[in-house]
């Protein structure tokens, strides 16, 4: 709807200046799109955001002064005293972050049940109280890729103590990886999206 919007005829004519932020949702947002909606629809607060009818309808959502990368590439974090996890849509079991599976919420947002349908609404929340999605979804880890300065060495466990005291334990990358050089654009512009591409690769096949 927002790129409808953004190419329809007389979009010009229109004022948009009192407009401050929105939301997006159902499909993911080309970075080229969600730069338009903050700029020529006066948007720069605008968020992702994830759920269903049944949850009422919002579980994740960016937020509205996170970058504009993490904007377009994930559907951002649980809201307030919303649960929510990962499991295995076969057995059920929780699954690890880097592991895709079942999303699956809880939280006084889901409904109660579908109108005199118990049967779906037994397939759809389970004994627990968690709606199961039927979406695919996975949490992400962060990786840091270092380049050392020419006849530097260093091993991951220096990296991890150079980290602490500068940054929140819960912010020191999980993974580690040396690298003599990243991939560019030809204006010299780390590609971060070829990064997560070679490594995601690596771990996933773990």
């Known amino acids: 709807m927002f790129i409808a919007i953004l190419n329809h005829p007389d979009f010009d004519k229109y004022d948009m200046t009192s407009l401050r932020t929105g939301i997006m949702a159902e499909a993911p947002c080309p970075i080229e799109t969600m730069n338009q909606v903050r700029t020529k629809m006066h948007c720069p607060e605008i968020v992702i955001a994830f759920g269903q009818t049944e949850s009422a309808p919002v579980m994740t959502m960016t937020r509205r002064d996170d970058p504009i990368e993490l904007r377009?590439?994930?559907?951002?974090?649980?809201?307030?005293?919303?649960?929510?996890?990962?499991?295995?849509?076969?057995?059920g079991e929780d699954l690890s972050p880097d592991i895709q599976g079942e999303i699956v919420t809880r939280s006084a947002c889901v409904?109660?049940?579908?109108?005199?349908?118990?049967?779906?609404?037994?397939?759809?929340?389970?004994?627990?109280?968690?709606?199961?999605?039927?979406?695919?979804?996975?949490?992400?880890?962060?990786?840091?890729a270092i380049q050392l300065k020419a006849?530097?060495?260093?091993?991951?466990?220096?990296?991890?103590?150079?980290?602490?005291?500068?940054?929140?334990?819960?912010k020191i990358p999980k993974y580690r990886e040396f690298v003599d050089g990243y991939p560019t654009t030809a204006s010299g512009k780390i590609q971060k999206f070829k990064m997560k591409e070679i490594f995601s690769h690596k771990y996933y096949q773990k």
């Open 72 to 91: 377009v590439s994930t559907v951002g974090r649980l809201l307030p005293d919303i649960e929510g996890k990962i499991i295995d849509p076969e057995s």
């Open 111 to 144: 409904m109660k049940g579908y109108y005199k349908m118990p049967e779906a609404t037994a397939e759809a929340i389970d004994k627990d109280k968690w709606l199961h999605t039927g979406d695919l979804g996975e949490g992400e880890q962060v990786l840091a």
């Open 151 to 170: 006849g530097q060495t260093a091993s991951p466990e220096e990296f991890v103590e150079f980290c602490r005291g500068k940054i929140a334990r819960h």
